[in-house]
């Protein structure tokens, strides 16, 4: 079933209203998101590259992944992990060449792969030529491609919540303070400001030359990597463009319906994500994806459930978690929100089983396989394109012990889940051949028997082997996947075990998880005469008696299972 994008929000902001039908290929995506640096060495130097991906394409696909998402391969400083950009039409050397880049794209397309890349749209890196010419005192062409006060005789409040980033003071020849978007190194865009103040000169109108020339440089930039056969990108703080925009995001709605009607048009197969948290506001804007993760709506409902993402918080807390002390009601009850107003606008929300950004699902104790499965079942069984961090398909772990690298410490060191992929039991688990470790990007799991590929290829309990299992059920059953409905049907007040139904047409599915320690049961209404289990971690852990009052499922500790009702 098509399904159709209305940006209804257009219409407050003067603009035609757009309708967009998703891409065919978009309903069976399974996106597997790698750090480049980390995934596969290719030429033994001890860094990930573009050609090492290559030679990865089989496995990727073995497992059922049909779309990667990589982070940052462009130019950059390497002050945040790639996401402070120095040219976003070139290749980094570290990963290869531009040929290199369109080469994975072409064989990847071969095996029925697409690829998007990341798209960092509101700032550069301030070593960027852009920004370095912005910096000179004579007005030049990128002059108002970032956001300057004339003069420093007052430094300017961040006059809007919705802002990010702040005012710097620098010694460049020109005289003022310019506004970053994020970390200090970051110069913002310059994408105009919602309602500016007249006042201040720095406030500049949508359609006024420094903004509208940014939009087009943006558009060129999208125009440049699609023309070349990629497949749409992830677009990197994509809300934080328009600066004081309202509450509503009117203003950052209003650029990118500009945006999506330009790009629908000329690559109608093409996607992009958004790292939003805001489906109402993302999916009107256009995106087909919403990531729902650490931040805004996302961490209402993956942070209480999967993990917190700074040391706060009490981890005995977190629903995933073998104390089995976690609640569900404010995360399904927002979840139910999300889903349904996806389903009324058109996308998708996904629920990324971790990023570069947070920890991995190993994380709070979850060690064994069996906790493995049970969490990542759950990103596997919504109603949204799943979305895999590298490794979390082997249960990799979050090596805290690692330092932070490249710009990774912000309020939780990110270097301990961009760690190197692990292959095998070779030399560096197979991720490089270089012989000094001390070259490698970053170290390997020291652990005496740490997860790898080759072993758990072999192993039909592994890890690996239940998602490969898992992903193949949800492709060969459409209640599973994007198409099926998606309703909490467990008791909330009673959070051991969760329970959600999948359904679609005459076909029912019910997902049944208990992570904790101890044994627990559940009930639901009735909806067919028995259960069958079809899934999960142990058959002979999880059982459902059916009867006319409805369907009590008995969970053994550790468990997860999928049963269809009949």
């Keep these: 079933m098509k399904r159709l994008f209305l940006l209804a929000s257009a219409l407050i902001v003067g603009f035609t209203a757009v309708a967009k039908e998703q891409p065919k290929w978009l309903q069976d995506a399974v996106i597997y998101h790698i750090y480049p640096s980390s995934y596969m060495d290719s030429n033994g130097d001890g860094m990930g590259d ?9 496995y990727i696909r073995s497992v059922g992944f049909n779309c990667i998402w990589m982070s940052p391969c462009f130019v950059s400083a390497w002050e945040d992990g790639g996401y402070d950009i120095l040219d976003y039409y070139k290749v980094d050397p570290r990963f290869g060449t531009n040929e290199d880049l369109f080469n994975l794209i072409k064989e990847a397309h071969d095996k029925g792969i697409k690829i998007l890349l990341d798209l960092v749209a509101g700032h550069t890196s301030d070593k960027h030529p852009w920004f370095k010419e912005a910096c000179k005192a004579e007005p030049n062409k990128y002059s108002d491609y970032f956001i300057w006060t004339k003069g420093k005789e007052t430094k ?16 460049h020849p020109r005289d003022g303070y310019f506004m970053t978007n994020y970390y200090d190194i970051q110069p913002a865009l310059n994408y105009g400001y919602f309602n500016p103040n007249p006042a201040n000169e720095w406030e500049h109108d949508y359609n006024a030359p420094g903004p509208k020339a940014v ?67 993302s999916l009107t804007s256009g995106f087909n994806i919403d990531l729902l993760i650490h931040n805004n709506i996302g961490g209402e409902i993956y942070r209480p459930l999967v993990c917190e993402t700074d040391d706060k918080s009490n981890p005995t807390t977190i629903y995933f978690s073998p104390e089995g002390k ?3 009601r404010h995360s399904m009850e927002t979840y139910t929100k999300v889903y349904n107003t996806f389903r009324k606008i058109g996308g998708y929300a996904s629920l990324p089983t971790c990023s570069h950004d947070i920890w991995r699902l190993t994380r709070l104790n979850r060690s064994t396989p069996e906790e493995q499965k049970i969490a990542i079942t759950l990103f596997l069984t919504l109603p949204s394109p799943p979305i895999v961090y590298y490794g979390e398909e082997i249960g990799m772990r979050s090596l805290e012990f690692v330092r932070p690298k490249e710009g990774s410490l912000s309020s939780r060191n990110r270097t301990a889940c961009r760690t190197p992929m ?65 309703e909490y ?78």
Excluded at 227 to 252: C, E, T, W
Excluded at 451 to 470: F, R, W
Excluded at 508 to 524: A, D, M, T
Excluded at 544 to 558: D, L, Q, V
């Design 156 to 171: 300017p409040v961040m006059s809007s919540s919705n802002n990010r980033g702040g005012w710097i003071d620098n010694n």
């Design 489 to 566: 049907v467990g008791d909330m007040d009673n959070p051991y075990p969760m329970i959600y139904a999948r359904t679609l047409g005459e076909e029912k599915y019910v997902v049944v998880f208990n992570p904790s320690k101890r044994e627990v049961s559940g009930s639901i209404a009735p909806m067919g005469k028995k259960a069958e289990w079809i899934y999960g971690n142990n058959r002979k852990l999880a059982k459902c008696k059916s009867s006319k009052e409805g369907h009590t499922f008995a969970m053994k500790p550790f468990s997860v299972a999928i049963f269809q009702i009949k």
């Design 215 to 281: 939009r087009e440089e943006l558009k060129n930039i999208i125009a440049y990597w699609c023309d070349h056969g990629a497949d749409g990108f992830r677009v990197d703080m994509a809300s934080s463009l328009v600066k004081n925009d309202n509450a509503n995001r009117d203003g950052v709605i209003r650029l990118w319906n500009e945006i999506f009607a330009w790009y629908n048009a000329k690559y109608p197969e093409n996607i992009m994500l958004s790292e939003w948290a805001n489906p109402q506001q």
């Design 326 to 328: 976690g609640e569900v």
């Design 50 to 58: 573009l050609n090492g991906i290559r030679q990865r394409l089989d």
């Design 422 to 486: 692990q292959w095998d039991t070779t030399i560096n688990a197979g991720f490089s051949t270089v012989e000094d470790n001390t070259k490698l990007f970053l170290p390997v799991d020291p652990a005496p028997e740490f997860p790898n590929v080759a072993e758990q290829q072999n192993d039909p309990n592994s890890v690996l082997n239940y998602v490969k299992g898992l992903i193949a059920l949800r492709n060969a059953t459409p209640a599973l996947g994007t198409a099926g409905e998606w």
